[in-house]
C-alpha cells in the first residue's frame, strides 16, 4: 500500500460544477497535511493548509478525518481556471524529515 | 521579490556526462529540498537540507551529489551514474523541516540525448 493514495482521475467537470478530491495516508502518526495544485508543466503551490477542526478559503474545503486517515478537498462552483493536478501532501512531522506527495489528481473543467 | 529561482529552465545532457541544476532561495529559509517528478508519478526526494553545511539523502540519491555551502545556494549535480535521468526537477525550501511549508522553485526539465 502506498503511503499516500489519491485518485489519479481525470474528472471532467462542467463549469459551476462541485467536485470532491479523497487522500488517504497510512500512516497514523502524521501530524500536518496540505493540498497544492500543480498546473502543466509547472511548479506545485500550495493551495491550503488542512487542520483538524477542518477549513475553508473561498469556494474550497479541506477535511481532516484521523480516524479514518484521509483528507478531502472541495471545490465548490468550479471554474475554467481550476483545471490542474492537484497534489495531496503528508508531514509525518516525527525524528527527522518525511514528506509524501501523493501523485496527483487531475481534474478538467469545461465550459 | 523574495522566492525561489532555478537555472537553467531546460538542461540537456550527453551520456557520459555530469551536469548541476541551480537553486538559490532568498526566503532566508534554513531547509531546502531536492525532488524528481515523472510523468504520472508524485514528487520523489532526492537530498535535503536542514542547514548550511549538512545535507541528508532522501528516497532517490543514488547517482545524484549535493553541496550547501551558504544558506541560499543548494545545487544538485546529476552524475553519469544516473543512468535514468530524464525527468523534471524541482527545488524547494521551507523554514525548517518540521512540519512546515515548502516553496517550489518553476523547475528544470532534465533531458538526455
Known amino acids: 500500500r502506498k503511503e499516500v493514495e489519491q485518485d489519479p482521475g481525470p474528472f471532467n467537470v462542467p463549469e459551476g460544477a462541485t467536485v470532491a478530491f479523497n487522500c488517504t495516508y497510512s500512516n497514523s502518526a502524521s501530524q500536518s497535511f496540505f493540498w497544492y495544485r500543480q498546473d502543466c508543466r509547472k511548479e506545485p503551490k500550495l493551495l491550503m493548509s488542512v487542520y483538524s477542526s477542518g477549513n475553508e478559503d473561498g469556494r474550497f474545503t479541506a477535511q481532516l478525518n484521523r480516524a479514518s486517515q484521509y483528507i478531502s478537498l472541495l471545490i465548490r462552483d468550479s471554474k475554467l481556471s481550476d483545471s490542474a493536478t492537484y497534489l495531496c501532501?503528508?508531514?509525518?512531522?516525527?525524528?527527522?524529515?518525511?514528506?509524501?506527495f501523493g501523485a496527483g489528481t487531475r481534474l478538467f473543467v469545461k465550459a | 521579490d523574495g522566492g525561489i529561482t532555478q537555472s537553467p529552465k531546460y538542461l540537456f545532457r550527453k551520456e557520459g556526462q555530469n551536469v548541476t541544476l541551480s537553486c538559490e532561495q532568498n526566503l532566508n529559509h534554513d531547509a531546502m529540498y531536492w525532488y524528481r517528478q515523472d510523468p504520472g508519478q508524485g514528487l520523489r526526494l532526492i537530498y535535503y537540507?536542514?542547514?548550511?553545511?549538512?545535507?541528508q539523502k532522501g528516497d532517490i540519491a543514488e547517482g545524484y551529489s549535493v553541496s550547501r555551502e551558504k544558506k541560499e545556494s543548494f545545487p544538485l549535480t546529476v552524475t553519469s551514474a544516473q543512468k535514468n535521468p530524464t525527468a523534471f526537477y524541482l527545488c524547494?525550501?521551507?523554514?525548517?523541516?518540521?512540519?512546515?511549508?515548502?516553496?517550489f522553485g518553476p523547475g528544470t526539465r532534465l533531458l538526455v540525448l
Open positions: 524547494a525550501s521551507s523554514t525548517t523541516i518540521l512540519r512546515e511549508t515548502q516553496y
Open positions: 501532501v503528508v508531514n509525518m512531522g516525527t525524528g527527522g524529515f518525511k514528506t509524501i
Open positions: 537540507s536542514q542547514i548550511v553545511n549538512d545535507f
